[in-house]
Nanobody, 126 residues
Framework: QLLLEESGGGSAPIGGSPTLSCTASGYRSPSFSIGWFRQAPGQNREGIVVRDSDGSTTYADPVKGRFTISMDNVKNTAYLQMNNLEPGDSAMYYC????????????????????WGKGILVTISS
């Protein structure tokens, strides 16, 4: 069982640059892909970015050039650096992991990811 826990959410201003963290514990596999997803009220969960075990990464168009995923394998932690926040970025943010999931497959079909954190709320303030 892989456990994922997000941290770093809260309120951030338009144009702000918060960083979310996702710490993994329990069973881990070198073939895991890691991704960030978000869900706004009344909306479907959408993929933001997925990175596979080789480092190949795919970003969704709304965040491309503004958000960056990174990994610290020593700390078993993935990060989502969010820059130039927009009002539409307000949502619950989730990290997820899946074995042998290609970045595009994970991004387009969140159901491909096996393990999910509980999510953390990010609210954009004007």
């Amino acid at each position: 069982q892989l456990l994922l826990e997000e941290s770093g959410g809260g309120s951030a201003p338009i144009g702000g640059s918060p960083t979310l963290s996702c710490t993994a514990s329990g069973y881990r596999s070198p073939s895991f892909s890691i991704g960030w997803f978000r869900q706004a009220p009344g909306q479907n969960r959408e993929g933001i970015v997925v990175r596979d075990s080789d480092g190949s990464t795919t970003y969704a168009d709304p965040v491309k050039g503004r958000f960056t995923i990174s990994m610290d394998n020593v700390k078993n932690t993935a990060y989502l650096q969010m820059n130039n926040l927009e009002p539409g970025d307000s949502a619950m943010y989730y990290c997820a992991a899946g074995r042998n999931v290609s970045p595009l497959a994970g991004l387009n079909a969140p159901g491909n990811m096996e393990y999910w954190g509980k999510g953390i709320l990010v609210t954009i303030s004007s």
